[in-house]
């Protein structure tokens, strides 16, 4: 099947110009107070930075690297950064602990275990970030709930059901799912922990997207000095790639990577807010058919869509091919090159790199984004196989590494 490929450059994308307050939340000072609450958790090691040198010299790139989430925290995706951050900074705010450095240890006291085992924190995910906040309510002591749109991954389910979650499925998408775990969240005095914002709902998706943050952290020192000229980065809601957006702005104004950001076609909502020229961002609605579970999401959050319309350089919609197409090839590495087990949000971003160098059709947009001898390309792979039995019918289907 010919994969399809739609790309629009942003024509309202600013290379300099006066910091905003949207953006002065994720500072390199931030990053490096947020990676230190991240470092304070017994489960903290760097993810690793993986160079593919086979496979950037077949593709015609000077060097391409992964960072592999799939070791995260023991939880195979990203997502465990911004649910830690952002449930840690509520308890802390709500028990007068604001002043004290944020920390794993600062919750481990027997007074304030005994306050916390009576709260209840819900949200609603596509599976990563509930598992994600399921795992950090476990390791506090208090009660998740965790709503999942209809035909979620039943994995995905088990795995929340595993850090003691309730887990429950509405009869809807994604979008609909946010809305019922807000509304329950209002009726039954729960915490609201959820990784979009939307006019009133600010503070909580800052402290999230702050979490991130650790990830490119990470990666900058990883590179040792080497600068990339590009960064791929996934967008579902878009809190990802706008905090990385926004980190790489502030670190590096003008001088800062190329960003590119990549979604299904089938839950384009950047895209198609880009493409309708408008500064108010454009929902989509339906069952946001796409194998990417991840980024199955119609509504942009109100926060990320102020970043990247401003500061993103490139958006990105792309079948669900370019996904499998990823996964295959990390799966098969290149010559000596490192396996990387990657799930279907978390390789789109390599399989879209492949297909526009690969592919003559998408050659244009090769040269549009200057993919070329002279590109040093960072890109994220969110998560591992988070859906071990999908991840194993789309690797045995087409895939000999013999």
Known sequence: MQSRIMYIRNSDARREGPEGKTVRFFSPAMARQVRRFHQSFPEYNKTDLVLLPNLARELGIANLWIKDESSRFGLNAFKVLGATHALYRLMAKEYGAEEEPL??????????????????????????????LAWAAQRL????????????????????????????????NYDEAVCYASDQAQK??????????????????????????TLMDEALEQLNGIFPTHVLAQCGVGSFSSALQAYLFEAFGVERPLFIVVEPTEAACYYRSVVNGTNVPQNVEGNLNTIMAGLACGRPSLLAWKILK?????????????????????????????????????????????????????????????????????VVSTEGDTDPDLYKRIIEEKVDCG
């Open 103 to 132: 920390c794993f240890d600062l919750f481990q006291s027997a007074d304030i275990k005994k306050k916390i085992k009576d709260r209840t924190v819900v949200t609603a995910t596509d599976g990563n970030h509930g598992r994600a």
């Open 141 to 172: 002591g208090c009660r998740a709930v965790v709503y999942l749109p209809k035909g979620s991954s039943p994995a995905r389910m088990e795995c929340i059901r595993s850090h003691g979650a309730e887990v429950v499925v509405v009869d809807g």
């Open 310 to 378: 401003r500061y993103a350089d490139v958006f990105v919609a792309v079948d669900d091919e370019v996904a499998l197409k990823g996964m295959r090839r990390l799966h098969c590495p290149v010559g000596d090159d490192r396996k990387i087990v990657s799930g279907e949000s978390g390789a789109v971003t390599t399989g879209f790199l492949i297909t526009v160098l690969e592919n003559p059709v998408y050659r244009e947009i090769a040269g549009a984004l200057k993919l070329d001898v002279h590109s040093r390309v960072l």
């Open 188 to 213: 039954q005095g729960w915490l609201l922990i959820q990784d979009t914002a939307w006019e009133g709902y600010q503070e909580i998706p800052i402290w999230i997207m702050q979490g991130y943050m």
